[in-house]
């Protein structure tokens, strides 16, 4: 049996492959449920970076910071969980958060970590792009 040189630099090539395609995979499509968890349609994640004495932010301009959602698709199935909020049927598609607040949205639709999120609170004070608006 003859053995044959296979370069370092392909060796390690199909490793991080093998590597990236071993990682659970999470979608930007709000379509794809891959959450095993329900989010209210009023409430969103808990709330990271904050000090849990005074709620006041860890850090002074993590409040300024915008959250970039990650929607790719339009939701086009009616999800029970969000309890008539972000229907596919009101979209008026996707924008910035206070763009949507300011034209007359009362829900928006943010897909982050594979997990879509749906508020209907204040648009214009979520600071949040590229979600799905809906009236």
Same mark, same amino acid.
């Given at each position: 049996?003859?053995?044959?040189?296979?370069?370092?630099?392909?060796?390690?090539?199909?490793?991080?492959?093998?590597?990236?395609?071993?990682?659970?995979?999470?979608?930007?499509?709000?379509?794809?449920?891959? +959450?095993?968890?329900?989010?209210?349609?009023?409430?969103?994640?808990?709330?990271?970076?904050?000090? +849990?004495?005074?709620?006041?932010?860890?850090?002074?301009?993590?409040?300024?910071?915008?959250?970039?959602?990650?929607?790719?698709?339009?939701?086009?199935?009616?999800?029970?969980?969000?309890?008539?909020?972000?229907?596919?049927?009101?979209?008026?598609?996707?924008?910035?958060?206070?763009?949507?607040?300011?034209?007359?949205?009362?829900?928006?639709?943010?897909?982050?970590?594979?997990?879509?999120?749906?508020?209907?609170?204040?648009?214009?004070?979520?600071?949040?792009?590229?979600?799905?608006?809906?009236?």
């Amino acid at each position: 049996m003859r053995l044959t040189y296979i370069p370092p630099l392909i060796l390690l090539s199909l490793l991080s492959l093998f590597l990236s395609l071993a990682e659970p995979l999470r979608s930007c499509d709000p379509n794809r449920d891959l +959450a095993l968890q329900d989010v209210s349609p009023v409430e969103g994640p808990p709330a990271t970076g904050s000090n +849990a004495t005074d709620g006041r932010p860890a850090d002074p301009d993590a409040s300024a910071a915008t959250t970039h959602c990650q929607n790719c698709a339009n939701i086009k199935r009616v999800k029970p969980r969000f309890n008539g909020h972000c229907h596919p049927a009101r979209s008026r598609g996707r924008m910035a958060s206070h763009n949507c607040g300011n034209k007359g949205g009362r829900s928006y639709l943010c897909v982050r970590d594979g997990v879509a999120y749906c508020y209907s609170r204040q648009l214009s004070k979520l600071r949040m792009e590229n979600g799905e608006c809906f009236v």
